[in-house]
């Protein structure tokens, strides 16, 4: 049975700094994806990361700010985010479709990926 969970939100200043986390269960080498969701607003697409090779993709509202990573071993991915602004405030979620690779168009629809976490808060704010 496939199981994803998050960890890692809190709240944190502008211009700081968190990293989440999305442990796997249930299945190995496959890719995940991080989407967000804040009040009112639609889930998009953060960063997708293949399971083999690593190749990385980002929203480019976070690109150089955000870094994804993964260890296969542990059957984790990372969400390292840096210079947070309160836009970036929202729940975090991982996802996958259980593939290998990341879709072309990782970044929608959400409805795509059969499995999902439960979600963890980030609350950027002074």
């Known amino acids: 049975q496939v199981q994803l969970v998050e960890s890692g939100g809190g709240l944190v200043q502008p211009g700081g700094s968190l990293r989440l986390s999305c442990s796997a269960s249930g299945f190995t080498f496959h890719a995940i994806a991080w989407f967000r969701q804040a009040p009112g607003k639609e889930r998009e697409g953060v960063s997708c990361?293949?399971?083999?090779?690593?190749?990385?993709y980002y929203a480019g509202s976070v690109k150089g700010r955000f870094t994804i990573s993964r260890d296969n071993a542990k059957n984790t991915v990372y969400l390292q985010m840096n210079s947070l602004k309160a836009d970036d405030t929202a729940v975090y979620y991982c996802?996958?479709?259980?593939?290998?690779?990341?879709?072309?168009?990782?970044?929608?629809?959400?409805?795509?990926?059969?499995?999902w976490g439960q979600g963890t808060p980030v609350t950027v704010s002074s």
């Open positions: 996802a996958t479709d259980a593939r290998p690779f990341c879709y072309s168009e990782w970044y929608a629809p959400p409805e795509r990926y059969g499995y």
């Open positions: 990361i293949n399971s083999g090779d690593h190749q990385s």
